[in-house]
Every structure is written in structure tokens, then in C-alpha cells.
């Protein structure tokens, strides 16, 4: 148990320094550190694909999105501004403020889980999406359809009218 | 369980299908966008509406396809009539977090894509906003979603963690202090999906709301925030829409007093009366007409705006919650003078009047029903209060 909570303390650390940092390449670095300790924990506490799908979703796709942001927009010159105008410090307070006062969910008595006890992680995840919330499922497809041409359509497009 | 759902997945699959005929028929010279309209609309009357709301939402969303005049429009507006009728019937959270999901990014999806002329760059910083504090804000919702699952194991909606899910929710509604994104977009988005914004949102949320969501504290603080930020914010405000917003403000804080009193049956009549009075006021061009509609929504007899106000009032009264019966008041009396300003300003319609009335022309077999109900819908309102 010690392991587990060294490591998720390990990724609150993290996560402070995410937001912490004067340069955009180490903030993306920190994150990307978080990622793979976040998949770290889900390993260890038992979800092997959510953490497999969490270093492929996350690490694979996001993080390489940001640093080809990085990269394009030469960001590396630069520093965040909101280091140096105190944001990233009054956010280090939200944070010590959140462990002062508790302000987490509460770790009541545990309820009755509908699953299969003694199957894999990925087959209660497989009954889940695809036989008690398929429909939602499809709808969320489409929801997903929608966010992909949205931002087709939210960019501001140069040419005239439209 | 997936064959109690197989309805509601043969909704989605019917708008695959009119996705389908809409492309392939947009490549024929012979058919139009109004055939395409039509056969929208026709597919929303079809799917049998079971109770009250859902007719009441078919019905809306029929007559505001009627305003949208391209074709993905029109599809964005179906998939969200779909997450709102799931929305409607949900009892689960994950249901109504993507029901939530898909009508909130139709919604900002569509406050970009309508975007033309001179208006691109508000419409566009309109639609980044919108989706930019709505998808925090969902954020937010799911993580309280996960820690209700986590504490009690199931997804049904008990729980201490229900305040943090219900300010998500007040969010999406309008209600200050969490108002600030539905001022700015009043005023940026073009009128038709103005039209939509104001009036589908809030009846699929109030509906979730009555139905399935049980939480045990009062949204008072909501209601006084809501009620006075409504009737003193419209004060400053230069352009008319902005002035409508805060005055949406006001009518939300007001349906939210209905809900903590539990008077359900007026919320709804409140609420059908208010979409009927923004569906006039958007549509007109007549500027006497206007200055009636807003008689209407000042509460001020004999239209029908006083009689929904005067139910949710009434009911306060019988439940006995007379400190917020008396803010409520209070707050009315206090929105009546912009609103007399509005009437004063377009009755008279003195010739340098800002406000610009560019509606559509096919708006008036719409503009004249909406007039006649709230004219005369006070004949069948008026029975309780004369007996």
C-alpha cells in the first residue's frame, strides 16, 4: 500500500509542476511524466488496459500533439507569461489550500458494483460498452463526429462569406 | 437491457439514414432544402412521442428547423433533439452525461457554423467560449460522476456529490452567478439559433431535473443570485439582446423557485409560456408587436406571462416559502421598468431607434399563432385565481 500511495503522491507532484514551470517544453515534459506514472498506478491497481490505453491515448497521441504544437509554433524562445504575472504560484496555493480543507470525495462504505467478479478488467469493460450502455455507445459515436467536424467548423475560416 | 434501448438506437440510426438521403439528394437537382426540411421534420413527428415533454420538445423542434436554412444545420439540430429526448428519460449518469455532451456540442458547433458576414469573428469568439468554459465545466461533472461511482458503486443519482453535479447543471441552464457565457452569446450568435438556444436547452434540463434528479438541499442562493443579477444587470445594457439575456436571467431564476417549491406543474406552464413568448420575440418584424411581447414577459395582465408568474407565485404562497416569494416579487418589480422601456421605445418607434428587425418572411403563420396563444391563453389560465 506504501507503493501505491508513494506513487500517486508522485503524480499529485507532478501535476503542481506541470503548472509550475517558466518553460512550455518542461511543462510538456512534467505531463508527460504524469502520464506514464498515472498508467503506472492503474497498472498497479489492477486496470491493465485502461493503463495500456492510457499510455496509447495519452503519450501516443496527446503528447506528441502538444509537442508538435511546440515545435511549429517555436515555442521554446518564449517563456509562459503566467509564471512570471503569479498565476502558477496562486495555483501551488489552490493546491495546498485543496489538502488543507479536504475538499475531495469522501471514501464512504463501498456500494455493490455491477460486474463480473472474477473477470479481467477489459471484460467488464467490454460488457459495459457493448452490451448495458451500447446505445450510448452509438450516440456518443456520433457526439464524437460532431467535436471532430466542429472544429473544422469553429475555425475561423479567411475566405469570404460563410 | 439492450433491447429496452433498441429504440432509442433506432433514432440514431434513422438520422444515419437521413444523413444519407440528405448528401445524396443535395447532389439531385430536383430536390431542395425545403424538401429536405420537411422530411426532417416529418422524421421528428414519427418517432412516436410518448408523454407531455417529448411532445412538447418535437413540437419546438419542428417549428425552429423551420428558421435554419443549410443542411448541416439541420442535421445538428436532429442529433441534439436526440440527446435531448435521451436527456429527458435518463435515470442514469452516464446517459446524461452524453446526452449533455451531445447537445452542448451541437449547440457550439452551430454558433460557428452560422457565422457569416460581418459577424464571423463575434460568432467565432462566441463559439470558443461557449466551448471552452462548457467543456471545463463537463469536466468537472465528470470527475464528481466518478467519485459518486466510486463512493456508492452505482450510477444513479444519491449523494452528497450531487451539489457540485447540480452546479454543473445550473451552469448550463444560465443561472448566475454562472451566467456570464449566455450573455455574451446572446449577443453574437444570428437570431435562428438564438431562437434555439434559449428555449430547447432549458426544457430538456428542467425536464431531467423534475423527472430523475433528487438532491437534498435548496437552490435558494441560486434563485437570489439569478432574480437579482436579472432584474439590476439589464440596467446598463446598450443592445437589446443583451438586455433579453439578462432578462432569460431573471425568468430562469424564477423557474428555479418553481423547482425548490416543487411545483412542477407550474415550472412547465412557466416554461412553455416563456417559449412561446421567445419564440415571438425573435421572429418579428413588427415593432408594436414587440412592445406586446414584452408586456408579456414583464408579467403584466392580460397576457399570458402573468399567469405563469402568478402560478409559480401562488404556489410559493401555499408551500409557504415567503422570504423567497417576497424576493421574487421584489426582483419583478424591479425588472417591470426596462421592461416599460422596451414597451415605451418600440410602441412610440421614434425613427432613430437602434434595433434592427431583419426577420425572415415565412415567419408569420409562426409569429401569428405565438401571438394568439399568448393573447388569449390567459382564457384558459385564468379559472384558478377567479374561483
Not at chain 2, 224 to 233: A, C, V, Y
Request: with cysteine; hydrophobic share 60%.
Amino acid at each position: 500500500m506504501f507503493f501505491e500511495n508513494s506513487a500517486i503522491l508522485l503524480c499529485a507532484l507532478l501535476g503542481i509542476a506541470v503548472g509550475y514551470t517558466k518553460s512550455p517544453f518542461m511543462s510538456l515534459m512534467y505531463s508527460v511524466m504524469l502520464f506514464i506514472n498515472s498508467s503506472f498506478v492503474l497498472m498497479m491497481l489492477g486496470f491493465e488496459f485502461l493503463a495500456l490505453v492510457n499510455l496509447l491515448v495519452y503519450v501516443g497521441a496527446l503528447a506528441v500533439l502538444f509537442l508538435f504544437v511546440i515545435m511549429l509554433l517555436e515555442i521554446p524562445a518564449t517563456e509562459l507569461r503566467a509564471y512570471s504575472r503569479g498565476w502558477s504560484t496562486l495555483g501551488v496555493f489552490v493546491f495546498i489550500i485543496n489538502g488543507v480543507f479536504q475538499i475531495t470525495p469522501s471514501m464512504g462504505p463501498r456500494g455493490i458494483i455491477n460486474g463480473l467478479p472474477g473477470a479481467e478488467s477489459i471484460t467488464n469493460l467490454g460488457h459495459a460498452l457493448y452490451l448495458y450502455f451500447a446505445d450510448l455507445l452509438i450516440l456518443n459515436s456520433l457526439v464524437l463526429t460532431v467535436a471532430l467536424f466542429g472544429a473544422f467548423a469553429i475555425a475561423p475560416v479567411r475566405t469570404t462569406g460563410r | 437491457m439492450f433491447w429496452n434501448s433498441i429504440v432509442e438506437l433506432d433514432l440514431c440510426i434513422g438520422l444515419l439514414l437521413l444523413i444519407l438521403y440528405g448528401l445524396l439528394s443535395l447532389r439531385n437537382g430536383h430536390v431542395s432544402l425545403g424538401h429536405i426540411r420537411f422530411v426532417c421534420q416529418a422524421w421528428l413527428v414519427l418517432i412516436t412521442p410518448l408523454e407531455v415533454q417529448d411532445i412538447a420538445l418535437c413540437v419546438l423542434t419542428v417549428v425552429l428547423l423551420q428558421s435554419f436554412h443549410s443542411f448541416e444545420a439541420l442535421l445538428f439540430l436532429l442529433l441534439a433533439y436526440i440527446g435531448q429526448l435521451y436527456m429527458m428519460h435518463s435515470c442514469n449518469l452516464v446517459s446524461f452525461y452524453v446526452c449533455l455532451e451531445a447537445q452542448t456540442l451541437c449547440v457550439v458547433v452551430l454558433c460557428g457554423l452560422l457565422a457569416r458576414g460581418a459577424s464571423t469573428s463575434f460568432s467565432v469568439e462566441a463559439a470558443l467560449k461557449f466551448l471552452l468554459l462548457s467543456a471545463m465545466v463537463s469536466g468537472m461533472a465528470l470527475f464528481w460522476f466518478s467519485a459518486m461511482y466510486q463512493r456508492t458503486g452505482s450510477l444513479d443519482m444519491v449523494g452528497q456529490e450531487t451539489f457540485w453535479i447540480l452546479l454543473v447543471m445550473l451552469f448550463k441552464l444560465g443561472v448566475a452567478p454562472m451566467h456570464m457565457w449566455s450573455v455574451d452569446l446572446y449577443g453574437s450568435v444570428p437570431k435562428s439559433l438564438l431562437l434555439y438556444l434559449s428555449t430547447a436547452p432549458k426544457l430538456s434540463l428542467f425536464t431531467f431535473w423534475a423527472a430523475s434528479w433528487h438532491h437534498d438541499f435548496s437552490v435558494g442562493v441560486f434563485i437570489l443570485f439569478s432574480m437579482l443579477i436579472g432584474s439590476i444587470g439589464a440596467y446598463g445594457q446598450p443592445a437589446l439582446r443583451s438586455l433579453f439575456a439578462y432578462s432569460t436571467i431573471n425568468e430562469i431564476g424564477l423557474m428555479l423557485l418553481a423547482v425548490e417549491t416543487a411545483g412542477f406543474h407550474t415550472l412547465y406552464q412557466h416554461l412553455g409560456i416563456y417559449i412561446i413568448t421567445q419564440l415571438l420575440l425573435w421572429n418579428l418584424t413588427d415593432k408594436r408587436l414587440f412592445a406586446l411581447c414584452a408586456v408579456s414577459l414583464a408579467g403584466l395582465p392580460p397576457f399570458a406571462g402573468f399567469f405563469g408568474k402568478a402560478w409559480i407565485f401562488w404556489h410559493a404562497m401555499s408551500v409557504q416559502a415567503f422570504s423567497l416569494l417576497l424576493a421574487a416579487l421584489f426582483c419583478t418589480l424591479l425588472s417591470l421598468v426596462y421592461y416599460l422601456r422596451v414597451i415605451r421605445l418600440f410602441w412610440t418607434a421614434p425613427v432613430h431607434t437602434a434595433a434592427s428587425f431583419a426577420g425572415a418572411p415565412n415567419q408569420t403563420t409562426l409569429t401569428s399563432a405565438c401571438a394568439v396563444a399568448l393573447a388569449f391563453a390567459p382564457v384558459m389560465l385564468v379559472k384558478p385565481f377567479i374561483i
